[in-house]
């Protein structure tokens, strides 16, 4: 097993994860199961706190050494615009964006609309002895210059996954940060909340998967909401967990819905 352990993110190459047919990366918060000592992946929301200049360095990712052929290259893609907290939801999106860099290397900000495909940033290298140990810039920018005024405080939400340049295994599934920039603990608190209890089962099969709204049933309104996510191309849409939200989704609605919870 590979693994990748930063400052509340971690990666590891998943060759037990029965729902797909080749390795892939993933993340976690590197807690471990406390009989078998296995890293547990049941998490994909996680916090960071902005410092001087609405930028950190944090979190970090990082890898064993020989977790990976030292030609290879890792890098970010953005799934989606940045989001920010209106105080009941994360559907806004704010003129603000997040870049993410590393050193004399710019890279670039979050798109001002949700892509058609995720975009990719910087990759990069891993090290000689195979391991990878990096740590992204993430700074809040508005107008192409850091947002530290009083009308950028607030709490943000930044949809990513990471890949390797050379496909020998698939990318993460989506993860996100709840990203603080000057708004109060209790605030923070409240949006990371509300995104921990949103976005699940954070890349784990649904124990019924026809429950796209999460009711503990499945029924009409559960076709509703997986129009919904389809058109969002939220994780909830990926009905048959290939990671995808396709029309093969559709068809495995269709079987869920016959099979109940």
């Not at 360095?57 to 030292?70: H, K, S, V, Y």
């Not at 919904?228 to 994780?235: D, E, I, K, N, Y």
């Amino acid at each position: 097993e590979a693994r990748v352990i930063g400052a509340g993110v971690v990666f590891k190459l998943d060759t037990e994860d029965a729902r797909v047919d080749v390795d892939r990366l993933g993340v976690s918060d590197g807690s471990r199961d406390a009989d078998t000592n296995a890293l547990l992946f049941d998490e994909c929301v996680f916090g960071v706190e902005l410092e001087n200049n609405a930028r950190t360095d944090d979190p970090g990712f990082d890898t064993d050494a020989g977790a990976f052929p030292p030609s290879a290259s890792i890098g970010y893609a953005y799934r989606a615009a940045l989001r920010e907290w209106d105080g009941s939801s994360f559907d806004a999106i704010p003129d603000e964006r997040i870049r993410m860099s590393f050193g004399p290397l710019q890279g670039i900000s979050t798109p001002l609309a949700d892509p058609a495909d995720p975009i990719e940033g910087l990759f990069i290298g891993v090290s000689s002895n195979g391991e990878y140990h990096n740590h992204f810039v993430f700074r809040l920018e508005l107008d192409g210059s850091p947002a530290t005024g009083v009308e950028s405080q607030g709490v943000y939400l930044l949809e990513l996954e990471f890949r390797i340049d050379s496909g020998i295994y698939a990318p993460t599934e989506p993860f996100w940060l709840v990203i603080n920039n000057g708004a109060d603990s209790g605030t923070f608190d409240e949006a990371a909340d509300f995104a921990r209890n949103q976005i699940s089962p954070c890349g784990d099969a649904p124990t019924c998967p026809g429950d796209v709204n999460d009711d503990g049933s499945v029924d009409g309104s559960d076709f509703f909401a997986w129009v919904s996510a389809f058109g969002s191309q939220s994780p909830s849409c990926d009905v048959n967990g290939d990671t995808l939200c396709d029309g093969s989704d559709f068809f495995a609605w269709v079987s869920a819905f016959g099979t109940g919870c």
